[in-house]
């Protein structure tokens, strides 16, 4: 065996919000088919993680910083990585993949680029697939999604070579052993789903129904961040702004921290659609996913149709505990029986054989060009400061350097006024257009 396989691999993972930095390291961890190490790169924007979300989130990296488009791509093209993890929304791909495409010009040498979502895919299916495509993997977190994403890819004569079936790389824990009535019980908020304050209120007010019911039992409202951070997607009514004021039960409790250390002692999850029932249903945790609110694709709970996990609050409180279908399960990836041990291996093996390939890799061939998408794929570039060609536009924040004070302070004060509008002035001119 050559030194050079022994060496742990240098793998880089690009982020834009937190839940994306962790399904990006914790991907990386699992489809590396030897020890690597991790430089994390967190791309300026206004999603970016705060440290203390950095923190709750559980995973490091052997260094980690934040960069601009520009500046990544200025990293990109003087280290020697070996793979890297493109872990952001789907014209962040695109406008990486153009750029890195751009930097790696006639370097057969790159490194394998890997992409692909951090959770359930319930909407813009199409859009989004297409926006990853180009790179070496696009991986499938179940079976129904590589079929799904394949059947994208062929449907426009793409390349649908990439898709790859994995799991989700965050499942684990140990299982739930069952067998008693709910003692702790847990709903998963979501920043974005549902959007309204009235459907929100609602969910609120039922879930200290329940506790009023069922005063034995521990009730938590897990919430994904703090008021004024953001996480990947935006929340313009946090629930602990409509539960100020509200006399909350005795056994109510607003929680934070890891999800999986929230279900270790979680006895029964309820949620609307969050990625949290796959982490329960992977656990065999007794999961609701809620219809109260109906079963739509707004909602993101039309992708549990068939799970067997759905439920509304009134049979909730009554006692009924879902059961979920084990063909539903397995096609999601959920790898309940056991099966999550092997669930990476194909992957491992795909980068082994890209990283061994003779002379190296072809250039990056996105699906998108200025031929295919010649009125789309300009806006998507510039949004991330890059021209058509992928190279930086005159102006780009700059690359190579950390701001100065005087600019930290700015930027924070900007990221401040964005999230005070999504927050509290986006809400009330929505009520006036509704008036």
Not at 186 to 214: G, I, K, M, N, W
Request: charged share 25%.
């Amino acid at each position: 065996m050559p030194a050079s396989a022994k060496k742990p691999l240098r793998v880089a993972v690009l982020a834009d919000s937190d839940t994306r930095w962790k399904w990006g390291t914790l991907t990386a961890k699992r489809v590396a088919p030897r020890d690597i190490r991790l430089d994390g790169y967190l791309l300026r924007g206004r999603a970016t993680p705060t440290p203390r979300q950095l923190g709750e989130v559980g995973v490091r990296a052997d260094s980690l910083r934040e960069v601009t488009a520009a500046g990544f791509l200025r990293a990109m093209r003087e280290e020697p990585y070996d793979v890297l993890v493109l872990a952001l929304v789907g014209g962040g791909v695109q406008a990486m993949l153009h750029g890195l495409g751009r930097v790696w010009e006639d370097r057969p040498d790159r490194p394998v680029v890997v992409t692909g979502y951090v959770g359930v895919v319930y909407e813009k299916l199409t859009d989004g697939l297409l926006l990853r495509h180009g790179a070496d993997l696009v991986l499938a977190n179940s079976r129904q999604d590589a079929e799904r994403f394949r059947a994208v890819y062929e449907g426009v004569g793409a390349d649908a070579g990439a898709v790859t079936e994995v799991a989700l790389p965050f499942l684990g824990g140990e299982p739930h052993t069952g067998g008693h009535e709910p003692r702790t019980v847990v709903f998963a908020a979501q920043p974005s789903v549902p959007e309204t304050r009235t459907d929100r209120t609602y969910l609120l007010d039922r879930l200290v129904r329940h506790a009023r019911l069922h005063p034995e039992r521990e009730v938590l409202l897990k919430l994904r961040s703090r008021p004024g951070e953001h996480t990947t997607h935006i929340e313009e009514l946090p629930y602990q702004k409509l539960a100020r004021g509200l006399d909350l039960p005795a056994n109510l409790r607003l929680v934070y921290g890891h999800m999986g250390e929230v279900l270790d002692r979680t006895d029964l999850l309820v949620t609307v659609s969050s990625t949290a029932a796959l982490e329960a249903l992977h656990r065999r945790v007794p999961t609701a996913v809620l219809t109260d609110l109906g079963v739509r694709e707004a909602l993101g709970n039309h992708h549990f149709t068939g799970s067997g996990c759905l439920a509304s609050w009134d049979q909730l409180d009554a006692g009924h505990r879902p059961v979920p279908d084990p063909r539903w399960l397995t096609r999601q990836g959920v790898a309940a029986d056991g099966s999550y041990a092997t669930a990476f291996d194909a992957a491992r093996a795909r980068i082994a054989g890209l990283l061994d390939a003779p002379g190296g890799l072809p250039p990056l061939a996105p699906y998108y060009t200025p031929v295919t998408a010649p009125g789309y794929l300009p806006g998507v570039l510039a949004r991330h400061h890059l021209a058509p060609d992928g190279t930086p536009l005159p102006g780009a924040p700059a690359a190579g350097r950390e701001p100065g004070p005087v600019r930290r302070i700015v930027r924070r004060t900007a990221r401040g006024a964005y999230r005070h509008g999504v927050q509290r002035v986006a809400p009330v001119i929505r009520r006036m257009g509704e008036l």
